[in-house]
């Protein structure tokens, strides 16, 4: 496994000035336009990781590295645990990257001659919106969502190939997201005491900083077993 994991950091580390440049100035635009925090650190954190992703898995099916590796001392096992292990890294990575980022805007801002228009209009929201705890679970909620959809799109990738799975992805995801928010929503509408025990729930930042804790636990579960799903799929893929 650690022989891929090296595999895949030498096929995306010559993109990475090129993603780390791109979503500076994605961070720069979202901060000015929605002068908060907690919206900026999960955009940030999913377009890093997702970036990082799709990269790896182009690059990857580009340069014929899936048969090369095959040559190496690695089993088929081998391959797929180090692929989900290294998407796993990527999105450790960019949530700190996000943090970061998000640190050196509010940095920028506070910096910024006192009085002036831009400092007037930005100060305020910044300091309301620089709760560590608070940041910290947003970049947990986007990160999250990136791997509930890693999740879906790696056994996809494994039996057939990114180039087709990309075809089938979308619509998928896209799907299964209607179908859940959907269905969600019916269930809390038409049960109105859920609806108010939810509201209550949600009423109360510890109990939603559970949830969104929880949220990561399952997602995480989800994401072992997509990488068995994974293995048995790409046992059975012929390349």
């Known amino acids: 496994m650690k022989t891929m994991l090296k595999c ?30 907690y919206v900026v650190i999960p955009c940030i954190n999913a377009s890093i990781a997702i970036s990082l992703f799709f990269n790896l898995l182009a690059l990857d099916e580009q340069n014929g590295w899936q048969r090369f590796r095959l040559a190496l001392p690695l089993s088929r096992d081998d391959v797929v645990l ?11 990575a960019a949530m700190v990257l996000s943090l970061l980022m998000v640190i050196v805007c509010i940095g920028v801002v506070l910096l910024l001659p006192a009085g002036s228009a831009v400092a007037l209009s930005f100060t305020e929201e910044v300091l309301a919106a620089t709760n560590p705890l608070k940041m910290a679970l ?12 890693m999740s879906l799109a790696l056994p996809l990738v494994a039996k057939m190939g990114l180039t087709r799975a990309t075809k089938l992805f979308p619509m998928v995801f ?7 928010i959907f ?6 509408t038409e049960t109105s005491s ?3 025990g939810f509201s209550a729930l949600t009423g ?3 109990n939603i900083a559970m ?25 059975q893929r012929e390349l």
């Open 82 to 92: 180090g692929r989900y292990l290294s998407c796993l890294i990527g999105v450790g």
């Open 204 to 206: 109360n930042e510890m």
């Open 174 to 180: 896209i799907l299964l997201s209607m179908f859940f």
């Open 8 to 37: 895949d950091f030498i096929g995306i580390q010559s993109t990475l000035k090129g993603i780390l440049l791109s979503n500076i100035f994605i961070a720069v635009i979202v901060f000015i336009g929605t002068e908060s925090t």
């Open 183 to 188: 269905s969600a929503q019916q269930y809390i």
């Open 211 to 235: 949830l969104i804790v929880a949220l990561f636990v399952v997602v995480l579960i989800c994401y072992l077993i997509s990488a068995q799903v994974a293995k048995k799929l790409y046992a």
């Open 194 to 196: 859920l609806n108010s």
């Open 138 to 149: 947003s970049a947990l909620g986007g990160a999250s969502i990136t791997i509930l959809m």
